[in-house]
């Protein structure tokens, strides 16, 4: 399965929605898609704006490898309705379906990534028809030390279940809701109770 | 030779009969509970409190460190407590009943007392999530009115559980004491 895989196909414009949906862009984002689609999805200080084919977009978008991606900042004029992008994220996620080759992409991508801290602000968990494998994200994330996604794709050879867990990686990434652990306090003062609170969480770990 | 130990204090609380005495129990090396209070030598400084039934734990970290979980009553004629308890506190855990509206009216309400009271952090757990009348856990945060603070389902009479609850209020804080750089390009 992994020597199909194209090189010149790739996951980019995942990189390029979690950082334009951080830092609440307005533009256009577009991508062209490794089957020959392409489209485009506006952006408002960081909402999706709900004009025509709006969340087909963004599901396509989504759907496959891209050949490329790209942003283009622009003003919005007209008053369309803005989607939140979390509830819009997991409308999509849930019915999306990818390839084995595109799984691979995505695994390949998500296990180069260093240790994680995640964050459970998911507010439409009931929505989000993997939100029980969202938790065992999160729960692994703060019981085990130096936890990566690598750790939480390891060993899933399933295709389902392999799927599950990258929605889960995808919307997380995305949203913002996984970052790199960070190893440095902001100041000196703030040390002392990050060094206090990390015996603690060592200790609380091993009960 | 003895030295004093630095105490960190977590604060557990919530409205009444959400699990807050079980999770203390869980997580604490010496535990006495409000209802059946005991004193010995190292908990009598806290004898006076027991008769409005505070739930009291030491966890010990290290030769240098003990961190104090104080179980808070959850009835609102004992908010002063709520406000002394929370004074110095690293932060909170903060259990609400999801199968009882009662509960969760007064959730919401002790919820904002807190929010008022100090920025520390707090971390939802929402438990009894195995009776018929449990709320979804959407449903269950937009009632409680919890606006970014996080909300985890849990079960305090497991262990790993309410493990879980304690670790995620220390991640919160560590989180809020660090530096995030975006280096996440996959």
């Not at chain 1, 998911?122 to 936890?147: A, C, P, Q, W």
């Not at chain 2, 010990?60 to 002394?84: C, S, Y």
């Not at chain 2, 009271?117 to 449903?139: H, N, Q």
Request: net charge negative; hydrophobic share 40%.
């Amino acid at each position: 399965m992994v020597e199909n895989i194209q090189a010149d196909l790739n996951f980019k414009q995942l990189s390029l929605l979690r950082k334009v949906l951080q830092q609440k862009s307005t533009g256009m984002f577009l991508f062209d898609l490794a089957s020959g689609g392409k489209g485009t999805v506006k952006i408002n200080k960081g909402n999706i704006i709900d004009d025509d084919g709006a969340v087909e977009h963004l599901s396509d978008s989504l759907s496959e490898a891209v050949l490329r991606c790209g942003w283009v900042p622009l003003k919005v004029t007209h008053n369309h309705r803005e989607l939140d992008p979390q509830g819009t994220m997991i409308r999509v996620l849930n019915h999306i379906h990818w390839s084995d080759a595109d799984c691979v992409r995505l695994k390949l991508l998500f296990m180069k990534l260093p240790c994680i801290q995640v964050s459970m602000v998911l507010r439409d968990m009931k929505g989000f028809k993997e939100g029980l494998t969202y938790l065992i994200l999160y729960k692994r994330s703060i019981n085990e030390s130096d936890f990566t996604p690598a750790c939480f794709l390891k060993g899933i050879d399933d295709h389902d279940m392999l799927e599950r867990r990258l929605k889960v990686l995808v919307l997380a990434y995305c949203l913002g809701l996984i970052k790199a652990k960070p190893q440095v306090a902001i100041n000196p003062n703030n040390k002392s109770v990050s060094s206090i609170v990390s015996r603690i969480f060592q200790r609380v770990r091993g009960i | 030779m003895s030295h004093k130990k630095d105490i960190a204090k977590i604060l557990i609380t919530g409205p009444f009969n959400a699990g807050k005495t079980t999770l203390i129990k869980f997580i604490s090396d010496e535990q006495t509970s409000g209802k059946d209070v005991q004193a010995t030598d190292a908990l009598a400084q806290y004898k006076s409190m027991t008769t409005v039934g505070l739930d009291f734990g030491i966890l010990h970290v290290d030769d240098e460190l003990d961190v104090h979980l104080f179980g808070t009553p959850g009835q609102a004629r004992f908010n002063f407590m709520w406000k002394i308890l929370s004074k110095g506190a690293l932060g909170t855990v903060f259990l609400v009943d999801s199968s009882s509206q009662r509960a969760i009216d007064e959730g919401k309400l002790m919820l904002e007392f807190y929010r008022d009271l100090s920025d520390m952090p707090i971390i939802i757990g929402a438990t009894k999530r195995d009776l018929p009348d449990a709320r979804e856990l959407g449903d269950l945060a937009c009632e409680l009115n919890i606006g970014d603070t996080v909300i985890i389902p849990c079960d305090p009479r497991e262990k790993d559980d309410s493990k879980m609850l304690v670790l995620a209020l220390l991640q919160e804080i560590i989180a809020q004491s660090m530096d995030f750089d975006d280096d996440l390009d996959l």
